[in-house]
């Protein structure tokens, strides 16, 4: 079993479980009027207890530090609702990881509001307003109180089930220049 959590200073340990905030590309050019630009962002997961575990990966919310080092509001929407597919809820088996990233996209909401969108809690939309050219701040939080949690998946449809890790962490930032 790797213990990575104290080889690297940016990791977060709850528990047994360490948890480190990923950016795929450290800078991100804008995109210019009703055009659009991807990022991936995430978050990488270890096991280092000695029992399995899962995690709702969809449950990781982003949060954004603007470059007046203020949190961006976060608007969370839902008007629909997606299966839960079995790369939703790995289970990580003890010193193992997983690496988590989610695409989001910058696009224009009207000439005068980029905004920062991606997909949250099965079927979900998270959004950060009026996003500008300059040094942000990007980390992660997840809660889960549930061990066992009854779900309707893709190749089950509606079950139980268990082995979810308990508890609530926030991740480590990591530096987003966006020119």
């Known amino acids: 079993m790797t213990f990575y959590a104290s080889n690297n200073p940016n990791t977060i340990e709850v528990d047994g479980i360490c948890f480190e905030t990923l950016v795929a590309e450290e800078t991100v050019y804008l995109p210019k009027y009703e055009e659009q630009t991807s990022i991936k ?4 997961i270890f096991n280092e207890t000695s029992t ?4 709702d990966l969809p449950y990781f919310l982003p949060e954004l530090l603007s470059p007046y080092g203020q949190f961006m509001q976060v608007s969370l929407n839902k008007n629909a609702h997606r299966l839960v597919d079995e790369l939703d809820i790995p289970l990580i088996i003890p010193g193992e990881s997983w ?4 695409n989001a996209q ?8 980029l905004r920062l969108l991606g997909n949250a809690i099965y079927g ?3 959004i950060f307003w ?3 050219s300059g040094e942000y701040q990007v980390r992660f939080t997840y809660e889960n109180q549930l061990f066992r949690k009854k779900m309707i998946t893709l190749k089950e449809g509606r079950t139980e089930i268990d082995g979810f890790w308990q508890g609530k962490v926030i991740t480590s930032f990591r530096s987003l220049s966006l020119n």
């Open 99 to 102: 690496e988590f990233l989610m």
């Open 41 to 44: 962002f995430g978050v990488r």
């Open 130 to 132: 009026y996003i500008q």
């Open 106 to 113: 910058f696009s224009w909401y009207g000439e005068n509001c």
């Open 124 to 126: 979900g939309i998270w």
């Open 52 to 55: 399995p575990y899962r995690f």
